[in-house]
């Protein structure tokens, strides 16, 4: 099969089986093959669904023309903390041995739109850092340099799509896991408003930080994969307000002249960013003067949302480590978490809620004045593959701390907020900023990320594999 059909992403896969072009079981055929030739190197899947994914796509090619959904006979992966019918939602770890028996409502949505499921991808056990170094399943390995870490927690995910081996992989982002692992791979990665994506059957990941979405290669399929996922349902805590366009329709248009502000310095304290990402930021400033937009600098004054997050993040380590089906198989990063959060109390988290509704209250002030803020999307390069493998929390945490400095206030407030490829630096590895909006305005987001990307695109350079 031709290479080009790889990284052709959701929107031309889909079109290639419509037109018949290529039939969905030769697709995912072809897929399979993919994954079996390349992710030895890279470690993006923990597990591959072959005899399932040929019988569904060979379903979805005896299907009527009149009852196939946008996503029809496309293949895409799923993080390992997602329910997926019939495997074990391991959550990156060993502690769970028993498979699901249903989907999560948004593998149901998936596959209710045509998609066909292939594997699941690697991640950090619950998550825990905005790596993707597992004790249980491996280290994931950066496509354009193996020595390097594709970030996570989504890392498998975004490797799965950066190689081709999927033209999408559903992440979750709880404090940058889409966004890292999008910028470390050259992916377009946005994490939608708190409460856009059902997270049935479970009432909410990590309280009011966790969101869950796809990374993709382009603005148009990441859009495509949202309006077929997003909604709420009755049983999740959390409900966004309902967006003013789809959002296939937003990636499709032109935005018209919007105010953007842009900063460099981090949330967090003591982080400086690598001159390459200042760099990244002024020059797609100047990028986006040249397509019309009032850009200026803006210091948005950071309020402080260190503690709101890790009560949050202590007391989902807490909670989730204490569901699993072996305890004793839990990982000793993982055991040592649990122990600190054990101050952590229901009543302790639902003030750490409120706390970060003020938090948001004073961080949503920048868009007052300014339709979208421009930051850096991570503050280093991406550091080696395992820099954090086998590494206590303390430890994990603080080398941890720069890469997720621009993406952990955002879910403490709950705005979308987008990682947008920009090119390369010398490094030979991916360039991206961060486009953060309004409350529930992932829409203005698309559009500019979709003029971004018809200004300087990027999905045309592929990693030499």
């Given at each position: 099969?031709?290479?080009?059909?790889?990284?052709?992403?959701?929107?031309?896969?889909?079109?290639?089986?419509?037109?018949?072009?290529?039939?969905?079981?030769?697709?995912?055929?072809?897929?399979?093959?993919?994954?079996?030739?390349?992710?030895?190197?890279?470690?993006?899947?923990?597990?591959?669904?072959?005899?399932?994914?040929?019988?569904?796509?060979?379903?979805?090619?005896?299907?009527?023309?009149?009852?196939?959904?946008?996503?029809?006979?496309?293949?895409?992966?799923?993080?390992?903390?997602?329910?997926?019918?019939?495997?074990?939602?391991?959550?990156?770890?060993?502690?769970?041995?028993?498979?699901?028996?249903a989907d999560s409502e948004v593998v149901r949505r998936l596959r209710?739109?045509?998609?066909?499921?292939?594997?699941?991808?690697?991640?950090?056990?619950?998550?825990?850092?905005?790596?993707?170094?597992?004790?249980?399943?491996?280290?994931?390995?950066?496509?354009?340099?193996?020595?390097?870490?594709?970030?996570g927690s989504s890392g498998g995910s975004a490797v799965a799509v950066?190689?081709?081996?999927?033209?999408?992989?559903?992440?979750?982002?709880?404090?940058?896991?889409?966004?890292?692992?999008?910028?470390?791979?050259?992916?377009?990665?946005?994490?939608?408003?708190?409460?856009?994506?059902?997270?049935?059957?479970?009432?909410?990941?990590?309280?009011?930080?966790?969101?869950?979405?796809?990374?993709?290669?382009?603005?148009?399929?990441?859009?495509?994969?949202?309006?077929?996922?997003?909604?709420?349902?009755?049983?999740?805590?959390?409900?966004?307000?309902?967006?003013?366009t789809s959002f296939v329709e937003a990636a499709r248009s032109e935005?018209?002249?919007?105010?953007?502000?842009?900063?460099?310095?981090?949330?967090?304290?003591?982080?400086?960013?690598?001159?390459?990402?200042?760099?990244?930021?002024?020059?797609?400033?100047?990028?986006?003067?040249?397509?019309?937009?009032?850009?200026?600098?803006?210091?948005?004054?950071?309020?402080?949302?260190?503690?709101?997050?890790?009560?949050?993040?202590?007391?989902?380590?807490?909670?989730?480590?204490?569901?699993?089906?072996?305890?004793?198989?839990?990982?000793?990063?993982?055991?040592?978490?649990?122990?600190?959060?054990?101050?952590?109390?229901?009543?302790?988290?639902?003030?750490?809620?409120?706390?970060?509704?003020?938090?948001?209250?004073?961080?949503?002030?920048?868009?007052?004045?300014?339709?979208?803020?421009?930051?850096?999307?991570?503050?280093?390069?991406?550091?080696?593959?395992?820099?954090?493998?086998?590494?206590?929390?303390?430890?994990?945490?603080?080398?941890?701390?720069?890469?997720?400095?621009?993406?952990?206030?955002?879910?403490?407030?709950?705005?979308?907020?987008?990682?947008?490829?920009?090119?390369?630096?010398?490094?030979?590895?991916?360039?991206?900023?961060?486009?953060?909006?309004?409350?529930?305005?992932?829409?203005?987001?698309?559009?500019?990320?979709?003029?971004?990307?018809?200004?300087?695109?990027?999905?045309?350079?592929?990693?030499?594999?």
């Amino acid at each position: 099969m031709d290479e080009d059909i790889f990284f052709a992403g959701v929107v031309g896969q889909a079109e290639a089986v419509r037109t018949g072009q290529v039939g969905s079981r030769e697709l995912v055929a072809a897929t399979l093959e993919r994954i079996q030739r390349y992710d030895g190197r890279l470690n993006a899947f923990t597990v591959v669904l072959h005899d399932a994914a040929l019988a569904e796509a060979a379903e979805r090619d005896a299907a009527p023309a009149d009852t196939r959904g946008p996503l029809h006979g496309v293949p895409v992966a799923i993080k390992e903390e997602v329910d997926v019918a019939g495997t074990v939602t391991t959550f990156g770890g060993r502690a769970n041995v028993t498979p699901a028996t249903a989907d999560s409502e948004v593998v149901r949505r998936l596959r209710a739109a045509g998609a066909v499921v292939v594997g699941k991808t690697n991640m950090p056990e619950f998550g825990q850092v905005p790596l993707t170094d597992s004790g249980a399943h491996g280290i994931t390995r950066n496509p354009w340099d193996p020595t390097r870490s594709p970030g996570g927690s989504s890392g498998g995910s975004a490797v799965a799509v950066a190689t081709g081996m999927v033209p999408v992989a559903i992440g979750g982002d709880g404090g940058g896991s889409i966004r890292v692992p999008a910028s470390s791979c050259g992916l377009f990665g946005l994490k939608p408003q708190r409460g856009r994506v059902s997270d049935a059957p479970y009432q909410h990941p990590w309280w009011a930080l966790g969101t869950t979405g796809p990374v993709t290669r382009s603005v148009l399929d990441s859009a495509l994969v949202y309006d077929v996922i997003r909604g709420a349902l009755p049983t999740d805590r959390f409900r966004a307000g309902e967006p003013r366009t789809s959002f296939v329709e937003a990636a499709r248009s032109e935005p018209g002249p919007l105010r953007i502000g842009w900063w460099t310095k981090a949330p967090a304290p003591g982080v400086r960013p690598d001159p390459e990402h200042v760099r990244a930021v002024t020059d797609t400033a100047g990028v986006l003067a040249g397509l019309g937009h009032h850009v200026e600098e803006v210091d948005p004054e950071y309020p402080d949302g260190t503690a709101p997050f890790f009560v949050q993040y202590l007391g989902a380590i807490r909670r989730e480590a204490a569901l699993v089906e072996r305890p004793d198989l839990l990982e000793r990063r993982t055991r040592e978490t649990a122990r600190l959060g054990a101050w952590v109390r229901p009543g302790t988290v639902e003030w750490a809620m409120r706390q970060g509704e003020k938090v948001s209250a004073k961080a949503n002030r920048v868009f007052d004045r300014f339709d979208l803020l421009l930051t850096p999307a991570v503050a280093h390069r991406p550091p080696v593959a395992g820099y954090v493998q086998g590494l206590g929390t303390v430890r994990s945490l603080l080398r941890s701390l720069p890469v997720s400095a621009y993406a952990a206030l955002w879910n403490v407030t709950g705005n979308p907020a987008a990682s947008v490829p920009v090119g390369f630096a010398r490094d030979g590895l991916p360039l991206a900023v961060q486009l953060v909006g309004r409350t529930d305005d992932e829409p203005t987001i698309l559009s500019v990320a979709a003029q971004l990307e018809e200004a300087q695109p990027w999905a045309v350079r592929r990693p030499a594999l």
